[in-house]
Structure formats: structure tokens, C-alpha cells
């Protein structure tokens, strides 16, 4: 679901567009908040800190697809991210891994940046395009490590990803009404049924991510995660009759070594 909905993004030509669609269609969850029970007053502070961390990763996402193919950037920041969700966790958490596990991360993390940067078929990455891609990935784990903590302190899982869901878009939509309301208004006449897959695919996405966290080691659900990464490859070489090449199976090869060392801690 996450590759398919990063795919759409990337091909409707107009980023910033396509995710306030997608990400303003979760604020529909405001139907289902009377009917749950508040989260508990210590995690609010992490879905307010959960929503301005995502909207600057909206904002660097956006940007990174604007300065280079889907091909070079999402396996670039979904490859890093993991690594900096496992340092991140742990400094802030204190939720330390096994030496297995971090090797079998270190392994899913070389794996996917392998398809960005080497490879004869990958092209060359943009100085521009690595620096929203480091940029973007940093921002991946500031929320993933949010979320992971939020979710443990809520008391209802469900409550929290319902009401981070309903604020998470709104400042990204009030910019887009301010700025470019004509243009953006245009987009979501034409691309009507695009949005709808997108609004369905990326909110169940996170929300299998946020209810995985609830129970599992933040670091091994992201690095899982961003396996999203060799599905991108798969569809395309499916679908899309693109060559599927050396390289990226040798990431295959070293993303299934990370995870059966990552199943083997658990």
C-alpha cells in the first residue's frame, strides 16, 4: 500500500496536490471520534508534535519528487529511515536491540539505498535530490519514533490514530486553500478517482503502522515497513515492464536476510 500510494503521488505531476488529497480524505475520520474514547491526556503531546513532524515531511516529500524519479528517491529516504528509527528509539526510548536485530536492519537499510545509488539502470542522484532525501528521511523517523512512543501512552490505539488522522492535514490543506486554492481545487475535480484509492491505501497504510508499534519494537516495524521499497520494484516489473536487473536482486536477497535475522530476535 505504501508503494502504491508514493507511486501515485509521484506520477499525478503535482505532489503537494496529490498528498494534502490523500492525507485531507483522513480527516473524514472525525465521524467515528464521538463514538471512541479520548486518548489519555500524556499522549497528546505527541500527536500535536506527530502533526507538525508530518508536515514538514509533506513539505520534503514533495520536494524530493520534484528533483528526482521515484526510482532514486523512495528507496533513498525508506532506506535510511530505518536506521534512524533504531538510533532514535533507543536514545530516546531506551528500546535497545539485539545484535541481530541490528544487523538484520543495517542489512533491509543497505539493501533498499542500494537501489538508489548503485546500479547501471538507476541513473545518477541529484545533489538536490540526495538532499531532500536525507532531509525527508530524517523527518520518517522523527514521526515513526513519535508515533511508536504515542501510541504505547494512549490507552486506545484506535483513539489515537482517529485523531491524529483528523488533525494531521490541516495544516497542509489551510496552506493550499490560502495559496493555491484555484489550481488545487482543479486537481481534485480531475483526479477524483486517483484520490480516492490514495486517500484508502496511504491512511490504512500508517494505520497498520501505528498498530503494529503498539506491541512491537518501534526500529523492527519500520524497518518491515520500508520493505515497501522492493514492492515498488515488483509492481514495476510486473506492471510496468521494467527490467527487475542484478541489482535489484541482490537488495532482495539482503532485505530477506535482514528480515529472517530480524524474526529470529523476536
Not at 27 to 45: D, E, H
Request: aromatic share 14%.
Amino acid at each position: 500500500m505504501h508503494a502504491s500510494w508514493n507511486a501515485l503521488v509521484k506520477s499525478g505531476g503535482a505532489p503537494e496536490f496529490a498528498i494534502a488529497a490523500y492525507r485531507g480524505g483522513g480527516m473524514l475520520c472525525v465521524v467515528a471520534l464521538p463514538f471512541i474514547p479520548l486518548p489519555a491526556p500524556q499522549s497528546w503531546w505527541f500527536i500535536f508534535a506527530s502533526v507538525v513532524v508530518h508536515n514538514l515531511y509533506y513539505f520534503t516529500l514533495a520536494r524530493a519528487y520534484r528533483s528526482g524519479d521515484l526510482s532514486q528517491v523512495y528507496p533513498l529516504f525508506r532506506g535510511l529511515a530505518p536506521v534512524l528509527v533504531a538510533a532514535g528509539a533507543w536514545i530516546f526510548i531506551g528500546e535497545k536491540l539485539s545484535t541481530g536485530g541490528m544487523v538484520g536492519i543495517a542489512l533491509i537499510s543497505m539493501g533498499l539505498m542500494s537501489l538508489a545509488l548503485f546500479g547501471k539502470r538507476r541513473g545518477q542522484v541529484t545533489t538536490q535530490a540526495l538532499g531532500w532525501g536525507v532531509i525527508t528521511s530524517v523527518f520518517i523517523a522523527m514521526y515513526t519514533v513519535i508515533d511508536g512512543f504515542g501510541v504505547r501512552q494512549s490507552g486506545n490505539v484506535l483513539s489515537y490514530i482517529l485523531w491524529l488522522f483528523t488533525f494531521e492535514a490541516l495544516p497542509i490543506v489551510v496552506w493550499l486553500l490560502l495559496t493555491q486554492r484555484r489550481e488545487w481545487f482543479a486537481y481534485l475535480r480531475d483526479s477524483s478517482g486517483t484520490i480516492a484509492v490514495g486517500v484508502v491505501i496511504s491512511g490504512a497504510a500508517y494505520g497498520l503502522v501505528i498498530y503494529a508499534m503498539s506491541f512491537g519494537a518501534i526500529a523492527v516495524v519500520s524497518s518491515l515497513r520500508e520493505t515497501s521499497v522492493i514492492f515498488a520494484a515488483l509492481i514495476g516489473a510486473l506492471f510496468l515492464k521494467e527490467p527487475f536487473g542484478k541489482q535489484r536482486v541482490l537488495a532482495a536477497c539482503l532485505v530477506a536476510v535482514g528480515i529472517v535475522l530480524l524474526k529470529a530476535i523476536a
